[in-house]
Nanobody, 124 residues
Framework: QVRLEESGGGLAQAGGSLRVSCTVSGDTFNMYAVGWFRQPPGSPTREFVATVSRSGSAMKYADYVKGRFTLSRDNAKNTVYLQMNNLVSADTAVYYC????????????????WGQGTQVTVSS
């Protein structure tokens, strides 16, 4: 059974950086596209942040993180990284990674496996 585990969240000042990681276990990692979504405080829904294809050759970013966040994928370590630079208070959220055994997608309901989430807090 495939499992996802996020790590690396924490507290950063506005303008600072954090990197969160998503490690996949229990199945063949390169069969899964991996997406990052976030749930801001008080919001009932998760919003799309970024996604990477199975091979790592294709990526998509939400407009509000484009140019600040960067995805990378290490298939040898079964891990996807989200480097977050120039953080702003609006980036404060619980960040979740999801996986789908298909092509990349920006729709949260198209992902069927999730990690437990990691908190990212940006202080202004």
């Amino acid at each position: 059974q495939v499992r996802l585990e996020e790590s690396g969240g924490g507290l950063a000042q506005a303008g600072g950086s954090l990197r969160v990681s998503c490690t996949v276990s229990g199945d063949t990692f390169n069969m899964y596209a991996v997406g990052w979504f976030r749930q801001p405080p008080g919001s009932p829904t998760r919003e799309f942040v970024a996604t990477v294809s199975r091979s790592g050759s294709a990526m998509k970013y939400a407009d509000y993180v484009k140019g600040r966040f960067t995805l990378s994928r290490d298939n040898a370590k079964n891990t996807v990284y989200l480097q977050m630079n120039n953080l702003v208070s609006a980036d404060t959220a619980v960040y979740y990674c999801g996986a789908r055994r298909s092509v990349i997608d920006v729709v949260v309901t198209d992902y069927n496996v999730w990690g437990q989430g990691t908190q990212v807090t940006v202080s202004s």
